[in-house]
């Protein structure tokens, strides 16, 4: 179910009403409802929550997540605004889960995505549980068209590679991705041993997964992982980040599912995040596996607030750069 968004949602500070350069985003923030027509857009990114943790349910996880989306944005409404002259940022609403209903919920997500490419808006999906990657990919692939070569980064502990005999939960939605799309190539960054069987990392080698493990990332220099995410970017006619916070440290992001003792830093995650969405082929963005029902502090709303901006901050279109167009086709 598609709920409008709504300005009332966006508060905090005001130090100026006139001078823009004391401005926060919930002072710059323009609504956009995905169920009237869209004109299109230019240096233009929209957030869209996907208020959903069915998936996590079924997966037996720490329900919460659903909660995010609004917990989020309110978080980073009150961040500064730091995006250069004409970028904007639209609130497109959110993409709500009712009665269980998850697949129907990722469709209707794959549709709000699909229609913000075509638009010419980059989309940062809040999610939810993980399983909100799934339906950011329908729409990824519905604009892009069957026959472009789509790349998958996620910056994630686990493979989420599980099988989905009994139906899909936030653990299956890459093998999910990966049975039904031969045009798609997958590359985890921060897996660990102690979130995986040996089962999934066999698995992600018989489907061919490009991955780093935490320890690597960590222990090695940064160089080697931007080197893989360069080349693996760059064989791809677009290319859709998945983060999951759950790959960061339990001691800075304690609110999620599956929290991680021995995840990674969030100066490194966010190291990551500029590398990826900085390249001309990353199209769009999820974040997902925020619980604010069990986070401690609001440490971890924090930092995915902050991680998103540091994507809105980043991100090529944003700075001017031409949006993403081959493969679109229709209209919005």
């Given at each position: 179910m598609y709920q409008q968004p709504e300005k009332s949602r966006w508060t905090g500070r005001v130090d100026s009403v006139s001078d823009e350069r004391a401005f926060r985003l919930h002072q710059r923030i323009r609504l956009l409802d995905l169920s009237q027509p869209l004109a299109p857009m230019e240096q233009a990114a929209a957030?869209?929550?996907?208020?959903?943790?069915?998936?996590?349910?079924?997966?037996?996880?720490?329900?919460?997540?659903?909660?995010?989306?609004?917990?989020?944005?309110?978080?980073?409404?009150?961040?500064?605004?730091?995006?250069?002259?004409?970028?904007?940022?639209?609130?497109?609403?959110?993409?709500v889960c009712v009665d269980g209903q998850l697949e129907q919920?990722?469709?209707?997500?794959?549709?709000?995505?699909?229609?913000?490419?075509?638009?010419?808006?980059?989309?940062?999906?809040?999610?939810?549980?993980?399983?909100?990657?799934?339906?950011h990919y329908l729409g990824v692939r519905e604009a892009l068209g069957t026959d472009a070569r789509l790349g998958i980064i996620n910056i994630d502990a686990h493979f989420d590679l599980r099988p989905y005999d009994n139906g899909p939960t936030s653990g299956t939605m890459f093998r999910q991705i990966l049975d039904k799309d031969k045009q798609v190539g997958y590359c985890c960054l921060g897996i660990q041993k102690l979130g995986n069987t040996a089962a999934l990392f066999a698995d992600a080698q018989r489907y061919g997964c490009e991955y780093m493990l935490e320890e690597q990332l960590t222990a090695g220099p940064m160089e080697a992982a931007y080197e893989q995410i360069e080349r693996f970017a760059s064989t791809y006619d677009g290319v859709m980040l998945t983060i999951c916070m759950d790959a960061i440290s339990a001691?800075?992001?304690?609110?999620?599912?599956?929290?991680?003792?021995?995840?990674?830093?969030?100066?490194?995650?966010?190291?990551?995040?500029?590398?990826?969405?900085?390249?001309?082929?990353?199209?769009?963005?999820?974040?997902?596996?925020?619980?604010?029902?069990?986070?401690?502090?609001?440490?971890?709303?924090?930092?995915?607030?902050a991680f998103c901006l540091e994507i809105l901050l980043h991100l090529q279109c944003l700075q001017g750069g031409p949006p993403f167009k081959s493969g679109l086709s229709g209209g919005s």
């Open positions: 957030l869209i929550g996907f208020a959903c943790d069915e998936g996590v349910r079924r997966n037996q996880g720490r329900q919460g997540a659903k909660e995010a989306p609004a917990a989020v944005k309110a978080a980073l409404g009150r961040l500064p605004w730091h995006l250069p002259q004409g970028a904007s940022i639209f609130d497109a609403g959110d993409v919920s990722q469709a209707e997500l794959g549709k709000a995505v699909a229609r913000l490419l075509r638009s010419g808006a980059v989309p940062v999906v809040i999610g939810g549980g993980h399983e909100t990657a799934y339906g001691a800075a992001a304690p609110g999620v599912s599956a929290p991680s003792p021995f995840g990674l830093a969030p100066s490194l995650v966010r190291a990551l995040i500029r590398r990826i969405v900085s390249h001309p082929n990353t199209i769009s963005v999820d974040l997902c596996e925020v619980n604010p029902l069990v986070d401690e502090g609001g440490k971890t709303v924090a930092l995915a607030a």
